[in-house]
């Protein structure tokens, strides 16, 4: 059974700092392209940041960028979104996502390129 679990969001202060985890059983995790997707209320999924099965490659959203940062740990089957310099507008339901096809980042901020998606994590920044 696939399971991917996200972990670490909570309610921070405007210019902090948070770091999300998110691990996938029942797959194998270095075979996987990983992602991070976000959705605040009445507004779209937002492709956040990707990451190659390696962690060689990645890709940001024009909104994260400079402030978040995606890395994965293969040996612990995790992958990480530290979050930096936090605004109100990154205020948004988190998701981890992941997939077995092998076919590069050009298509990995769209949700549509991802088998396994997380329940998601509640991120909130007050101002």
């Known amino acids: 059974q696939v399971q991917v679990v996200e972990s670490g969001g909570g309610l921070v202060q405007a210019g902090g700092s948070l770091r999300l985890s998110c691990t996938a059983s029942?797959?194998?995790?270095?075979?996987?392209?990983m992602g991070w997707f976000r959705q605040a209320p009445g507004k779209e999924r937002e492709g956040v940041s990707c990451?190659?099965?390696?962690?060689?490659?990645?890709r940001y959203g024009d909104s994260v960028k400079g402030r978040f940062t995606i890395s994965r740990d293969n040996a612990k089957n995790t992958m990480y979104l530290q979050m930096s310099d936090l605004k109100p507008e990154d205020t948004a339901m988190y998701y981890c996502?992941?997939?077995?096809?092998?076919?590069?980042?050009?298509?990995?901020?769209?949700?549509?390129?991802?088998?396994?998606w997380g329940q998601g994590i509640q991120v909130t920044v007050s101002s």
């Open positions: 996502a992941a997939s077995q096809i092998n076919r590069g980042l050009a298509t990995r901020l769209q949700a549509s390129a991802y088998e396994y």
């Open positions: 990451i190659s099965w390696s962690g060689s490659s990645t």
């Open positions: 029942g797959l194998i995790f270095d075979d996987l392209t």
